[in-house]
């Protein structure tokens, strides 16, 4: 198994242009979560998903910000416009749920740096 | 809701030194317990996890013991490697629902030779 697996590793971009991030799931697994690390904050939710439907995106910063899951497998987050406070390392874990392990496996992670 | 609170880092230590790393927790109900380590440059792995009161967490020489009378579930290791340099996040989940893990603000280990 490949493990979840995120695209892009890193990303340098200027402020206002739009950022997409990409994940994809463990095969079989049907949660995916979005966080974003900070030294200040730590690691935020920003997003969750149940079988391809948003379960909690209170955690999503603005309205810039949006989540799709597109198929059970994959899944983006955009940035529209971005601004230099976005900038972090952002992870999408995935789990299978009703197993009752309720254990996420993450990926490598997207660090974002906006100019 | 839910939280996590552990001890700020950083910690730094010298090889073979013991080492516990706090982490106290609020939630309502029966959460799991985890501990999940972030090496450099990569993302969050399972270390180890507790899902009730009195169960013992163990991996690679690391140990928490879930404490509902203390909300505790303190990490511990005899003896640290230069290789256990990493940052630690303690984390907890509710055992109902498909809800997400509560993260800390994770703590910092450096381990010198």
């Known amino acids: 198994d490949a493990g979840v697996i995120q695209s892009p590793r890193h990303e340098v971009t200027e402020m206002g242009q739009e950022v997409t991030l990409r994940c994809k799931l463990i095969?079989?697994?049907?949660?995916l979560f979005w966080y974003r690390q900070t030294m200040m904050r730590g690691l935020e939710l920003l997003i969750y998903?149940?079988?391809?439907?948003?379960?909690?995106d209170s955690g999503m910063p603005e309205d810039r910000f949006s989540a799709k899951m597109p198929n059970a497998s994959f899944s983006t987050l955009k940035i529209q416009p971005s601004e230099p406070r976005d900038s972090a390392v952002y992870f999408c874990a995935s789990r299978l749920a009703g197993t009752g392990a309720n254990v996420l496996t993450f990926g490598a992670g997207s660090r974002l740096t906006v100019l | 809701g839910d939280s996590v609170t552990q001890m700020e880092g950083p910690v730094t230590l010298s090889e073979e030194a013991f080492l516990t790393i706090n982490c106290t927790y609020t939630?309502?109900?029966?959460?799991?317990l985890f501990w999940y380590v972030q090496y450099p440059g990569e993302g969050l792995q399972l270390l180890l996890k507790?899902?009730?009161?009195?169960d013992k967490g163990s991996n690679k020489g690391f140990e928490a013991t879930y404490r509902k009378e203390t909300t505790s579930f303190h990490l511990e290791k005899g003896s640290v490697q230069v290789s256990d340099s990493a940052v630690y996040f303690c984390a907890l989940t509710r055992n109902s629902g498909n809800t997400p893990l509560v993260f800390g603000k994770g703590t910092r280990l450096s381990v010198i030779a």
């Open positions: 507790a899902t009730k009161a009195d």
């Open positions: 939630a309502t109900g029966y959460p799991s």
């Open positions: 998903f149940n079988n391809n439907v948003p379960i909690d």
């Open positions: 095969s079989g697994h049907n949660s």
